[in-house]
T-cell receptor
Framework: GAVVSQHPSRVICKSGTSVKIECRSLDFQATTMFWYRQFPKQSLMLMATSNEGSKATYEQGVEKDKFLINHASLTLSTLTVTSAHPEDSSFYIC???????????FGEGSRLTVL | TQLLEQSPQFLSIQEGENLTVYCNSSSVFSSLQWYRQEPGEGPVLLVTVVTGGEVKKLKRLTFQFGDARKDSSLHITAAQPGDTGLYLCAGGRGGGGSNYKLTFGKGTLLTVNP
C-alpha cells in the first residue's frame, strides 16, 4: 500500500520555540493532505486540510497563526507549531489522500512534548 | 458537522470471544473506512466499503456497510490478544475532489485478555 512518512517521530522542545513536522507521501502524489491531533486513548481530531499550491483550510477552533501549514509540493506538507506551549503537547498525525476512492494513508505520527 | 457515533467506546474481553463494534450516523457517506491503531503509531487502514449493503471479510474480521450507507459494523470472531488496539471508523464525503473530508468516530479501545 501507499506509504506516508512523518518526521520527526518524537520531538521535545522548550516553551516558546517553534517546531516543524514534515509529512511526505513516498510513492504517490497527494494533492490533499490532512493534519490531525490526537490525545491519549481518543480519536483523531481534524485540524486542517492542506491542498497543494493553495492555503490550508482550518477546522473551527484551530488557530491558523498557531499551526502553520505549507503544502509546497505534491509529496510534502509541513505543520509548524509556533511559539509552542505545554498545552500543545500532543500526538500529531498526517494523512494523504490517494486515488478516487478517498482512501487515506496515515503517517506514523509525531509526538510533541513542550516543556 | 456530520457526527459518526461509534460504540462501544471501551471493550475488554477474553481471548476466543466474539465482538461487534458499531458506527452510526444520520448522514450518508460516499465511503466508510475502518482503521486500527496501536499506541504511538498512526492508524492503519483495514478496509474501505463504498457500496450500500457491502460485506467484506478480512480473516476473522467482517465489515458491513449499511444499505443506506449511514452505518457500519465490524465483527471480530474468536478475538486474540493481537487484536488489541484502537479501532476507528471514518466516513468520507466530498468525492475525489479537494473538498473531500473524512470524519472519524470516537474510536473503540479493544483489549483482548489472554
Amino acid at each position: 500500500g501507499a506509504v506516508v512518512s512523518q518526521h520527526p517521530s518524537r520531538v521535545i522542545c522548550k516553551s516558546g520555540t517553534s517546531v516543524k513536522i514534515e509529512c511526505r507521501s513516498l510513492d504517490f502524489q497527494a494533492t490533499t493532505m490532512f493534519w490531525y491531533r490526537q490525545f491519549p486513548k481518543q480519536s483523531l481530531m481534524l485540524m486542517a486540510t492542506s491542498n497543494e499550491g493553495s492555503k490550508a483550510t482550518y477546522e473551527q477552533g484551530v488557530e491558523k497563526d498557531k499551526f502553520l501549514i505549507n503544502h509546497a509540493s505534491l509529496t510534502l506538507s509541513t505543520l509548524t507549531v509556533t511559539s509552542a506551549h505545554p498545552e500543545d503537547s500532543s500526538f500529531y498525525i498526517c494523512s494523504a489522500k490517494a486515488g478516487n476512492t478517498g482512501e487515506l494513508f496515515f503517517g506514523e505520527g509525531s509526538r510533541l512534548t513542550v516543556l | 458537522t456530520q457526527l459518526l457515533e461509534q460504540s462501544p467506546q471501551f471493550l475488554s474481553i477474553q481471548e476466543g470471544e466474539n465482538l461487534t463494534v458499531y458506527c452510526n450516523s444520520s448522514s450518508v457517506f460516499s465511503s466508510l473506512q475502518w482503521y486500527r491503531q496501536e499506541p504511538g503509531e498512526g492508524p492503519v487502514l483495514l478496509v474501505t466499503v463504498v457500496t450500500g449493503g457491502e460485506v467484506k471479510k478480512l480473516k476473522r474480521l467482517t465489515f458491513q456497510f449499511g444499505d443506506a450507507r449511514k452505518d457500519s459494523s465490524l465483527h471480530i470472531t474468536a478475538a486474540q490478544p493481537g487484536d488489541t488496539g484502537l479501532y476507528l471508523c471514518a466516513g468520507g464525503r466530498g468525492g475525489g475532489g479537494s473538498n473531500y473530508k473524512l470524519t472519524f468516530g470516537k474510536g473503540t479501545l479493544l483489549t483482548v485478555n489472554p
